[in-house]
């Protein structure tokens, strides 16, 4: 496949950077996948707007105009759409401080940031019919990350771990909850929960990321005239919840219907989710 390196577009294998790279040795930098559909990206402006809401809260400047970004986006999906011919391609960039001739924890002044993006294949638009859709399993634990979790940091070591304790227990990822047992997020997704007819999410703070397809799920929920409210829940409000969903930008609106070994609602996926699923798909583009 073909990658976006500083500028250029080259073949993957022949994209190399310096292992001085602050992105390497610190984990410096922020990052973004977006999915696109048949060449048409989802939620493309928010998804440039928290990436520089992110480089800013680092201090790096941005390097692209919104552009200049749609451009890159272009030329990666442009570039490998032989290599995905059903057209459903995510794509990845990264944006790291840039390479350093030392490693010093502070910020160094005058270099310049190392820009790369990757296009790989996600999973086509979700069904429409529960029937249809593959629900996960998911773990729970307390999230041990930091608390600047609204960052969409390449350090993903904490979410990596998180994940893989999951992994490790036979399910597909783990809810976090904080230390006073109020849920956040998961490892890689937004959560939601579904109880009599109204639908909940946590609002966005610090301890979450304010996930593109989270803000579009709430738009096309409000525009569909379903019941829904940004609000913090507890582990047991979890547990005794209809129905629970995951966001995020490669798997859309993901049905859960097993949390830490207890079976969520019906243990099928609920009514709720087919709804919810039209309606974000009404509304994506
Ligand atoms: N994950 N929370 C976390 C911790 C995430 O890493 C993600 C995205 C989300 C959902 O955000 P969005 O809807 O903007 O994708 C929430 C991406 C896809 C990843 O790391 O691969």
């Known amino acids: 496949t073909i990658a976006f390196l500083n500028g250029e577009f080259m073949p ?11 992105g390497f040795l ?3 930098g922020i990052y973004e996948v977006i999915p696109t559909y048949h060449g048409k990206a989802v939620g493309m402006t928010g998804h440039l707007s928290r990436m520089r809401d992110g480089l800013a809260a680092i201090s790096i400047t941005n390097p692209y ?4 970004w749609q451009q890159n986006l272009n030329g990666l999906i442009d570039a490998n759409a032989s290599h995905f011919p059903n057209g459903n391609i995510g794509v990845y960039f990264h944006i790291s401080r840039g390479t350093d001739t030392k490693r010093y924890h502070a910020y160094p002044q005058n270099i310049t940031p190392t820009v790369f993006g990757f296009a790989f294949e996600i999973a086509p638009s979700q069904p429409l019919e529960a029937a249809n859709v593959k629900p996960f399993k998911v773990a729970l634990e307390e999230d041990k990350r930091w608390q600047r979790c609204h960052i969409k940091s390449t350090s993903l070591l904490g979410n990596v771990m998180h994940f893989q304790a999951g992994v490790d227990s036979g399910v597909q990822e783990t809810i976090l909850h904080n230390s006073d047992g109020i849920i956040t997020e998961a490892s890689s997704c937004n959560v939601f929960m579904v109880k009599d007819n109204a639908i909940f999410t946590p609002p966005l703070d610090n301890q979450l990321l304010p996930g593109i397809t989270r803000q579009i799920a709430l738009e096309a929920f409000k525009r569909a005239g379903l019941a829904v409210e940004e609000k913090w829940f507890t582990k047991e409000d979890l547990f005794n919840a209809d129905e629970v969903w995951l966001t995020s930008s490669s798997k859309e609106i993901a049905p859960v219907i097993e949390v830490d070994g207890k079976t969520i609602g019906s243990g099928e996926v609920g009514p709720m989710w087919e709804k919810a699923i039209k309606a974000y798909h009404n509304y994506k583009f």
């Open 65 to 68: 105009n919104a552009q200049q």
């Open 26 to 28: 610190f984990g410096d």
């Open 12 to 22: 993957l294998s022949e994209a190399k950077i310096s292992p001085m790279d602050r």
